[in-house]
Structure formats: C-alpha cells, structure tokens
C-alpha cells in the first residue's frame, strides 16, 4: 500500500544530501529557535534554559533517526521552533497579566486510555453542552489571549493541516485533524508518547519515559488558563491518550479532574495505532520496519496502563469512569446518553444531532493486521495480562 504521495517520495530523495550535517546542526538549530521564537514573541529565553534544554534533547534524538528524510527533519526543526515560541508567549501573557494565574481550571473531563479505542469521538461529544469547551487544533497549536488577533495563528496550524492531508491522502481516514475542531493535548505537552506515532528517536523513549512530566502539566494548565481569560467560565473537556503513562502529574494539576478511560481489546487497538504509526512514520523515515514498530508499542502499553493502575489506586473510585469502545461505536446510540447522565451533562437535540453525526461519518475502511507488526494474539495477552483482567469487563 502506498502510504505518502508520490511526489514526496521525490523530493526527499532530491533533498537528502542537504540534511547529511544534521547532528552537528543541533546546538545552532537550537539558538536560531529560541532567537526566532523571541522576536516573534517580544519575549525573553531566558529562564526557561530546561525547556530549551528538553528540546534540545528532543532535536537531537531526531538527529539520530535512521533514514531520517528532509521532510522529517524540517518538520521537527519548525515544531521545536514553534514549541518554544508557544512557551514564551504564554510565560509573556502571564507575566503581563498576573490575574491569568488566578483563573480557576474546574472539574476538567479528561478523556484517556489506549489510543485507538475512540477518545477523539468522544471528546468532541463531551465539548458539545453549552457549558463545556474543548481546546481547538489552533489554540493548542499556536495558544493566545482570546479575541488577540489569532489569524496568523490559525493560518499557521491550517498550512500543517494541509501540508500533512497532501504528503499522506489516505491521513484523514486515520485520523481527523481540523484547525476549528477539539484536539489533544499532545500539541501544547512537549514530550511523550505522541511524538512516537510520528518516529521513533533513539534513545528518547527512555529519557521520557524516566523525566518528570510535572512541569509538563503545569504549562498545560497555564495555557488552559490563558485560552479561558477574560471569556465564559466553562468546563474544559481535555483528551490525550498519552495522559495514560503520566495519571500521577495529571492528577497533581488538575485536583479534581474527572478521568473517562476508554477501553477496547487490545489486540484490535494495537493493530490499528501500529498501522496508523507506519503510515504517519512513511513521510519521516525511509527505514520504519514494521517489527520494530509492532515490539515498541506493546511495550509502551503494557507500561502505560501498569502506570495508569497504579496511580489510579491512588484516586477516590469516583475519578475515573470506564467506557468500552463498544459504548462508542454499536452501542452508542443508547451508551452515549447514559454516559452524559453519569458526568452530569445534558442531554438534548444538540447533543442527538452531534452523535448521530459523528456516527454517521465515522471514518471507516481502515484495515489493519496485527501480524504485520510481528505480534500475535497470545504475545498482547501475555503482555496486557493485568490490564485484561482487571478491565476484561470493559474490552
């Protein structure tokens, strides 16, 4: 199957002798981010030396990819670029504005669990009732004062959107990217698992694995605190299944937060995140082995929930509530409302419309196999044992 278009294929190959240098670029790369992102900021660096340190470390696994392709290296020289730029202009606005530090981040939905198994529905479902809101693709991507003059922001994240749906046609069936629509959290938390759908980085998923992901957490809230200034106080439904592997500073941030954890078979959900990471790895890489792909996940799983159980052991019963993915898709129109109801939601014609709409275009004809990654049925059981049985009724 071919997974990126043809004409990118030929423009990494063309390019490729322009990023032979590209490990001794870092440290440079990494000054000329910070001074870009300073004045498009009118911000200082200074200060946030780990930040930029963590970035630094983030470009340099980059650097190590084998096969890395022209396309994949600049795109990642221009997310650190724009991460750093993000971070000083939200430390600006709360520097200018100390009473964005007072705005209060209440009762938070936050949608999680493995990935595939339907988050991104429902996030979306949660952010319809008038009282709710979802952070968009643009505000996550580029996150501002609102009513600040955000169409270069919005712009910005509308060319990612594109530039993405043309090097890889068949991206949208995967996964549904729109500047105006909720999106994870992924885009303002600078490190974690998401990054891994794109390329794996050598070395890097220790290092994240075994960072503390507090201060990820914190700016998440900072940026949530500043998307809300001066607008409605409603309560903001977050999604990422990457919070699985970090419950714990989650929790710390956000005291109060309610946890809807999605569940499906692991197998099924394993199968179509390696999928989906093979085709967005296609436009990064000219040496994604499947294999490798297939081992990396499960073992990323298998910790993420080991994780998320033991710092769910932690929380009061009422935290966190399981919803099976069957909830999402064949028993939705009954689930869904009763779902609602259990976080006290309303509702009503809005809320029908939404779900009969998100059902009704639901991506579908993805196809995946599980063995294509070397895996096979009986090595995820092994590997997810825990999980299965203590969430077997949720699968």
């Known amino acids: 199957m071919e997974r990126v278009a043809p004409w990118l294929r030929a423009v990494n190959t063309v390019l490729t002798p322009a990023i032979a240098g590209r490990r001794k670029k870092v440290d440079r790369l990494i000054e000329r981010a910070v001074r870009d992102a300073e004045s498009r900021t009118g911000s200082t660096a200074r200060g946030d030396d780990e930040f930029t340190d963590d970035m630094r470390t983030l470009l340099h696994a980059y650097a190590e990819v084998p096969g890395l392709t022209p396309v994949g290296w600049l795109g990642a020289?221009?997310?650190?670029?724009?991460?750093?730029?993000?971070?000083?202009?939200?430390?600006?606005?709360?520097?200018?504005?100390?009473?964005?530090?007072?705005?209060?981040?209440?009762?938070?939905?936050?949608?999680?669990?493995?990935?595939?198994t339907g988050t991104t529905l429902l996030q979306r479902l949660l952010a319809v009732p008038a009282g709710n809101r979802s952070p968009l693709?643009?505000?996550?991507?580029?996150?501002?004062?609102?009513?600040?003059?955000?169409?270069?922001?919005?712009?910005?994240?509308?060319?990612?959107?594109?530039?993405?749906?043309?090097?890889?046609?068949?991206?949208?069936?995967?996964?549904?990217?729109?500047?105006?629509?909720?999106?994870?959290?992924?885009?303002?938390?600078?490190?974690?698992?998401?990054?891994?759908?794109?390329?794996?980085?050598?070395?890097?998923?220790?290092?994240?694995?075994?960072?503390?992901?507090?201060?990820?957490?914190?700016?998440?809230?900072?940026?949530?605190?500043?998307?809300?200034?001066?607008?409605?106080?409603?309560?903001?439904?977050?999604?990422?299944?990457?919070?699985?592997?970090?419950?714990?500073?989650?929790?710390?941030?956000?005291?109060?937060?309610?946890?809807?954890?999605?569940?499906?078979?692991?197998?099924?959900?394993?199968?179509?995140?390696?999928?989906?990471?093979?085709?967005?790895?296609?436009?990064n890489t000219t040496e994604a082995d499947p294999g490798d792909i297939g081992r990396l996940w499960l073992g990323l799983l298998a910790t993420g929930t080991d994780r998320a159980r033991t710092e769910r052991a932690r929380l009061p019963a009422y935290t966190v509530i399981d919803v099976p993915y069957r909830h999402l898709t064949t028993e939705a129109p009954r689930q869904v409302p009763a779902l609602f109801q259990r976080l006290g939601l309303p509702w009503g014609l809005a809320e029908q419309a939404a779900l009969d709409a998100a059902l009704a275009t639901r991506p579908r004809g993805h196809r995946y196999d599980l063995a294509r990654y070397g895996l096979g049925q009986a090595e995820v059981d092994y590997a997810l044992a825990d999980y299965k049985r203590i969430y077997g009724a949720f699968l």
Not at 106 to 111: G, L, M
Request: glycine share 4%; with cysteine.
């Open 77 to 116: 020289v221009q997310e650190v670029t724009d991460r750093i730029e993000n971070r000083l202009r939200i430390r600006k606005l709360h520097a200018l504005n100390p009473e964005i530090a007072d705005e209060r981040i209440d009762r938070p939905i936050v949608v999680t669990g493995v990935p595939r």
């Open 137 to 283: 693709l643009h505000q996550l991507m580029h996150p501002d004062l609102p009513g600040a003059p955000d169409h270069d922001h919005r712009r910005r994240t509308e060319r990612t959107v594109d530039a993405m749906h043309k090097a890889v046609p068949t991206f949208g069936a995967l996964y549904d990217m729109h500047p105006d629509k909720p999106d994870s959290c992924i885009w303002v938390l600078p490190h974690g698992v998401g990054h891994l759908v794109r390329i794996h980085p050598p070395g890097y998923v220790q290092w994240m694995l075994d960072r503390d992901a507090a201060p990820d957490y914190r700016y998440l809230k900072q940026t949530l605190q500043v998307l809300q200034h001066g607008g409605p106080k409603r309560r903001w439904v977050l999604r990422a299944p990457a919070h699985l592997w970090s419950l714990g500073p989650l929790m710390k941030a956000f005291p109060d937060a309610q946890i809807v954890w999605t569940h499906r078979e692991p197998a099924d959900a394993l199968a179509s995140l390696c999928s989906m990471t093979e085709t967005a790895m296609a436009v």
